[in-house]
């Protein structure tokens, strides 16, 4: 493979990192957080339901493990496709 | 020894502490001032990211925020910290690559135009300066309410102890004082939220103990809120309403977040593409410690509030004025708590006053309105070492950490402005011959001129402190957000279709905030009022629809017009692989 093709297969598996990354930040955020919440009402947590649990809490956690995720990944993709720095 | 005494002697040691880290910081050549030599590791940068970013209000007024609204304020919650995502996957590490110092210069570069970069220059200082008035004023209500001394002197003695360490150290001086504001401030907010948490749940960690049994009803802590809440008239507090206009707030707040200029050139400090991608997490990681401690504490401390106004709950007696604890009594005289016995029984009743079946209950039981007349939702945080019982230094803590947090971001927003008119105005457009050191110290004059400017704004805000937030937010959401991501992830985008986009989501903003809040923001001169908005869209809200504007002013624009030079979309192509990042960090 060129470094050209390399680079170019490099930004195309980065797209879809972050194309799945967003999904699941926006799942987690505006679905179970706000507009899904009445869909998951019926799960109770601690006194509420699972929506509000997102809100205030799930949402949180799960974008930092989305980071971390995206950090560890990338970083792996940099070294595969020799674009890591030297 | 006395409370105040106490307060004067742990926020003179922090002081002492930022001023030998000044001194120990001090910048001495461009890179220093404007990205600490590019030499910070990535998870002391993701703390002092965490204290650049959360400000005096994140600190003291955020928790009161969700307790006084309950779930539909989640959205500060979720907005505040979801931008980190878009930051770490969209903009972070790509900056970096880029290598400079500045947002208007990757602009400027970018886009190939000096006219983009000024455009950029101006939204910068447009939203970063008016953030600022907020620091400031924070500073110096902080320093008011627990040193005894006046907001003027609170705010003077503010600015020059950031003066000191941000004129000296710069971007590096500033980093070093963020780590140790961030450690004041974690652990003055999280010491009384443990024992507020035990006293009410028996659990250590008040995360786990807002979804635990409260163990005097025996009942969990929600349940009870809510009950109460919903017997004396209030909203319940965990229903939610208008799901889809939270959701828009909340997207507003991610994307302005991700488009703040003082947050992104934190990310120029770490040494490679991949720190800057671990830094955004360990910055959130830092912010998450107190964003995820904040909800437990505002439910707590207004069920706190709740349970001492109604000892024996709602359908018992209301507590009598003789019984009110002695931390009422503190908090009372500074004007934050209000009480009026307007029936003259002795009793103070705390009711939502504005709800029709508490009206009919009222007369019933023989109540003439809330007695409970001023309650300021900043109490919560201040008050809540008393609350609990707390020793002298937790309240001293707090004192020393709500002026950090005020320090901490008014630092960073600083260093964003007068970096942009020393490295962007100055050494890029008035005078590119500019040495090294004539640069660095055209750095060090802008930064104590935006000082001396911010301070001069904090002694007179101009009346709208209230909505600076929304306009910093909308801003950054409408204008730096859209154009920093099309420039990495468009090739194709070009000078013209940049520039457009950058004006079309400033004006179109600005616009919609003036036209309903007012020109700017003079109360009375609003052309339309609420019940006008479009498509129901309040002006806290439109980030989101600035943000679409721009992205399709500039799509349009630039399809119509020529694509970018060659070397310009070589360019985009080294941006987004990070080989090579540690060559373009010369200049």
């Known amino acids: ?86 | 020894m006395d409370q105040t005494t106490l307060n004067i002697i742990v926020v003179g040691l922090s002081f002492a502490l930022y001023f030998g880290i000044a001194i120990w910081a001090k910048a001495g050549s461009t890179a220093e001032f404007y990205a600490a030599g590019r030499g910070v590791n990535p998870v002391v940068n993701g703390m002092a990211t965490a204290a650049d970013w959360m400000s005096a209000a994140s600190f003291i007024s955020m928790a009161g925020l969700i307790a006084f609204v309950g779930y539909n304020n989640s959205s500060y919650l979720m907005g505040w910290t979801g931008g980190y995502v878009l930051l770490a996957m969209l903009l972070a590490p790509y900056l970096r690559k880029f290598g400079k110092y500045t947002v208007p210069e990757f602009v400027g570069d970018r886009f190939y135009s000096n006219t983009a970069r000024v455009v950029a220059v101006i939204a910068l200082i447009t939203m970063s300066v008016t953030y600022v008035i907020g620091q400031m004023a924070g500073a110096g209500v902080a320093f008011s309410r627990f040193l005894e001394v006046d907001n003027t002197t609170g705010l003077l003695i503010a600015s020059a102890v950031v003066f000191v360490y941000a004129v000296l150290g710069g971007m590096k001086g500033i980093t070093y004082t963020q780590v140790a504001q961030y450690c004041v401030l974690i652990i003055a907010y999280t010491i009384p939220a443990i024992f507020i948490s035990l006293q009410l749940t028996g659990k250590f960690l008040p995360q786990i103990g807002l979804f635990s049994e409260h163990t005097a009803s025996g009942q969990y802590l929600l349940v009870t809120l809510d009950g109460l809440l919903n017997d004396l008239g209030f909203n319940r507090y965990t229903t939610g309403s208008s799901l889809w206009l939270m959701a828009l707030f909340t997207l507003s707040l991610m994307i302005g977040t991700a488009g703040l200029p003082h947050v992104i050139i934190r990310f120029f400090t770490v040494p490679r593409v991949a720190d800057a991608r671990w830094s955004a997490g360990w910055a959130l990681v830092f912010i998450a410690l107190l964003y995820l401690t904040a909800p437990a504490v505002g439910a707590m401390a207004r069920l706190n509030i709740m349970t001492t106004m109604w000892p024996q709950g709602a359908q018992g007696e209301a507590v009598a004025i003789e019984d009110l604890p002695d931390w009422f009594e503190t908090w009372r005289v500074t004007g934050l708590l209000g009480v009026e016995d307007k029936n003259g029984d002795g009793k103070i009743q705390y009711y939502n006053e504005k709800s029709e079946a508490m009206q009919a209950l009222a007369a019933e039981r023989g109540w003439q309105g809330n007695e409970l007349v001023t309650f300021n939702q900043d109490i919560l945080v201040l008050a809540n070492p008393e609350i609990a019982g707390l020793p002298g230094w937790v309240i001293a803590l707090i004192a020393a950490g709500g002026i950090a947090a005020a320090l901490s971001t008014a630092a960073g927003l600083l260093l964003a402005i007068s970096s942009a008119i020393s490295h962007d105005l100055i050494k890029s457009t008035i005078n590119p011959g500019i040495s090294e050191k004539g640069e660095l110290l055209a750095a060090r004059i802008s930064m104590a001129v935006a000082i001396v400017v911010a301070t001069y704004l904090g002694l007179n805000p101009p009346g709208f402190a209230a909505q600076v937030v929304a306009l910093a937010f909308g801003l950054a959401a409408a204008s730096l957000f859209p154009t920093l991501m099309m420039g990495i992830f468009s090739r194709r985008m070009n000078s013209a279709g940049a520039t457009a986009g950058m004006l079309v989501g400033l004006i179109s903003t600005t616009l919609y905030l003036f036209l309903y809040l007012g020109w700017f923001f003079v109360p009375g001169t609003n052309m339309l009022s609420a019940d006008q908005y479009l498509f129901g869209i309040p002006p806290t809200h439109f980030g989101p629809i600035g943000a679409l504007l721009n992205f399709g002013a500039a799509y349009l624009v630039s399809s119509m017009t020529a694509e970018p030079p060659q070397e310009i979309q070589d360019l985009v192509e080294s941006v987004r692989v990070p080989r090579g990042a540690g060559a373009a960090t010369g200049h």
């Open chain 1, 1 to 86: 493979m060129s470094d050209q093709d390399s680079a170019t297969a490099y930004w195309k598996a980065n797209l879809r990192l972050i194309k799945w990354s967003l999904v699941i930040w926006a799942l987690a955020s505006f679905g179970f957080g706000i507009l899904l919440r009445p869909l998951v009402s019926g799960i109770a947590i601690g006194g509420t339901d699972l929506g509000f649990w997102f809100a205030q809490q799930g949402s949180i956690i799960v974008f930092m493990v989305l980071i971390f995720f995206y950090a560890w990944r990338m970083n792996k993709l940099d070294a595969e496709h020799g674009v890591d720095e030297e």
